[in-house]
């Protein structure tokens, strides 16, 4: 009977042993699927964040001018590498038409300079614009050597006398 009670608690003891096993190891993918819960409430965060930077980009590229788009442009990058969305064809894109606008905006800015006989105004205009240009290999020499002749003309021009 001794050899009985022995191998039934040698039974037992396993039984145990193995139960435990079983429920150490259901355990661990309720741990698992937690983090996985975890993770991916936080890419979801990272995506929305990323495509809220998108579309403050796209804005700042319709609406505002080269400073603040040049930061949206920044933050989206940042944004999408932490998402890992970054697409490096589209960054090459959206900053190749800020510096577009740029251009042109600056442009703009100088004649519109010329036209007000402000030539330290239109200098800085043009400095934009030749700077921006060079970014984007839009720069022409030739282009350039009027701006400035035009600049120079309005420098040498004489300014016109206040009527009394």
Same mark, same amino acid.
């Given at each position: 009977?001794?050899?009985?009670?022995?191998?039934?608690?040698?039974?037992?003891?396993?039984?145990?042993?193995?139960?435990?096993?079983?429920? %150490?190891?259901?355990?661990?993918?309720?741990?698992?699927?937690? #983090?996985?819960?975890? $993770?991916?409430? &936080? *890419?979801?965060?990272?995506?929305?964040?990323?495509?809220?930077?998108?579309?403050?980009?796209?804005?700042?590229?319709?609406?505002?001018?080269?400073?603040?788009?040049?930061?949206?442009?920044?933050?989206?990058? %940042?944004?999408?590498?932490?998402?890992?969305?970054?697409?490096? #064809?589209?960054?090459? $894109?959206?900053? &190749? *038409?800020?510096?577009?606008?740029?251009?042109?905006?600056?442009?703009?800015?100088?004649?519109?300079?010329?036209?007000?006989?402000?030539?330290?105004?239109?200098?800085?205009?043009?400095?934009?614009?030749?700077?921006?240009?060079?970014?984007?290999?839009?720069?022409?020499?030739?282009?350039?050597?009027?701006?400035?002749?035009?600049?120079?003309?309005?420098?040498?021009?004489?300014?016109?006398?206040?009527?009394?």
């Amino acid at each position: 009977m001794d050899q009985l009670s022995k191998y039934k608690r040698l039974w037992v003891i396993a039984l145990c042993l193995y139960g435990a096993l079983i429920l %150490a190891h259901s355990a661990v993918p309720l741990v698992w699927a937690e #983090q996985t819960i975890a $993770e991916k409430a &936080r *890419q979801r965060m990272l995506n929305l964040e990323a495509a809220n930077a998108l579309w403050r980009l796209k804005r700042a590229l319709e609406k505002e001018g080269f400073y603040s788009g040049r930061v949206r442009l920044n933050v989206w990058r %940042a944004a999408a590498m932490d998402a890992g969305k970054f697409d490096p #064809q589209k960054y090459e $894109e959206f900053k &190749r *038409q800020l510096y577009e606008k740029s251009v042109n905006d600056s442009l703009k800015c100088f004649e519109f300079y010329i036209e007000q006989n402000s030539p330290h105004d239109a200098k800085m205009c043009l400095q934009s614009w030749k700077v921006h240009a060079e970014e984007i290999d839009q720069y022409n020499e030739d282009n350039y050597n009027e701006l400035v002749q035009q600049l120079e003309d309005l420098k040498n021009k004489p300014s016109p006398l206040p009527s009394e």
